[in-house]
Antibody
């Protein structure tokens, strides 16, 4: 069965960086678009970024463009999100999700940005 | 950016009854519309994509409809596990956007 396991979240100060990882199993990772979607505490969902199966295409929400970078390593069945210059408003649970439509989700990793 | 508006914000329904949730897009998204369910403390789960196609393992008592700008999610004969928050999401245009959610609660 599909498994997506996020890691790398934690407490950081504004302006600092963090890298999230998502380990995928149970499907042919290299065949699928992958996504990062976040949810601020008590709030709704925001689609942060996606990357195509071969990494040819990426896209970012305006709120993170220029600060976040999505990338993947198909040999390691892993998805990443490099987050730089973090802001308080980036505080959220970050989910890794599979497919052009988010058919499968990980359990999420919490990122807290606070001084 | 396409704005997705869900109504109502909260819907109170008795178990065994039928619930209809609505979602409106600020411009046409064709049939590129998905519905997700989120229970407390859990990740969202895909229910419907393509406006009306059930995802794997989703029971037939859940159905989606609509196209263009108006969409509905109908749950017939509500069961205890159905009481949760539901989000619609368009994937016709980037940025993909979600509605603010409808909380389905037990009456």
């Amino acid at each position: 069965q599909v498994q997506l396991v996020e890691s790398g979240g934690g407490l950081v100060k504004p302006g600092e960086s963090l890298r999230l990882s998502c380990a995928a199993s149970g499907f042919t990772f290299s065949d699928y678009y992958m996504n990062w979607i976040r949810q601020a505490p008590g709030k709704g969902l925001e689609w942060v970024s996606y990357i195509s199966d071969s990494s040819s295409f990426t896209n970012y929400a305006d709120s993170v463009k220029g600060r976040f970078t999505i990338y993947r390593d198909n040999a390691k069945n892993s998805l990443y999100l490099q987050m730089n210059n973090l802001r308080a408003e980036d505080t959220a649970v970050y989910y890794c999700a599979k497919g052009r439509v988010a058919a499968d989700w990980g359990q999420g990793t919490l990122v807290t940005v606070s001084s | 950016e396409i704005v997705m508006t869900q109504s109502p914000a909260t819907l109170s329904v008795s178990p065994g009854e039928r619930a209809t949730l609505s979602c409106r897009a600020s411009q046409s998204v064709s049939s590129n519309l998905a519905w997700y369910q989120q229970r407390p403390g859990q990740a969202p789960r895909l229910l419907i994509y393509g406006a009306s196609t059930r995802a794997t393992g989703i029971p037939a008592r859940l159905s989606g409809g609509g196209s263009g700008t108006e969409f509905t999610l109908t749950i017939s004969s509500l069961q205890s596990e159905d009481f949760a928050v539901y989000y619609c999401q368009q994937y016709n245009n980037w940025p993909y956007t979600f509605g603010q959610g409808t909380k389905l609660e037990i009456k």
